[in-house]
């Protein structure tokens, strides 16, 4: 994976959970100038930054590294049905409603 992209993706999920960098590297152990380097992509992280760092936001490092597999089409329409399957009347209207505004 690129820093660059590494970087965006610790910097999303940081600011997805309010947090700023400084509590973030406070969380982490790591320093706040090497946290602002990393989420800019300028400089490497050790995997034990990386994981401290994954931790600390809560997420499993395959999330944080984009390493999750990739799901066929078939599975992720299966997957959709079982979600809507589970869901009142009124939720899949509202689904329904977004899923026709996306489709547009």
């Known amino acids: 994976m690129d820093l ?3 970087g965006f993706r610790i910097k999303y999920f ?3 959970r309010k947090l700023t960098q ?10 706040s100038k090497h946290l ?8 490497n ?8 760092i994954s931790e600390s936001l809560g997420l499993p490092l395959a999330v944080l590294l984009d390493m999750e ?5 078939e599975e992720l329409c299966l997957d959709i ?6 869901s ?13 505004q996306i489709a547009e």
């Open 4 to 6: 660059k992209k590494l």
């Open 81 to 86: 049905v079982k979600h809507l399957e589970n």
């Open 22 to 31: 400084d509590e973030l590297s406070y969380a982490s152990g790591m320093n």
């Open 69 to 73: 597999p990739r799901r066929s089409k």
């Open 88 to 100: 009142n009347y009124e939720r899949i209207k509202l689904i329904h409603r977004l899923l026709t």
């Open 36 to 43: 602002s380097e990393v989420e800019r992509g300028t400089v």
């Open 14 to 16: 940081r600011k997805k």
């Open 45 to 52: 992280i050790s995997i034990q930054n990386l994981d401290r």
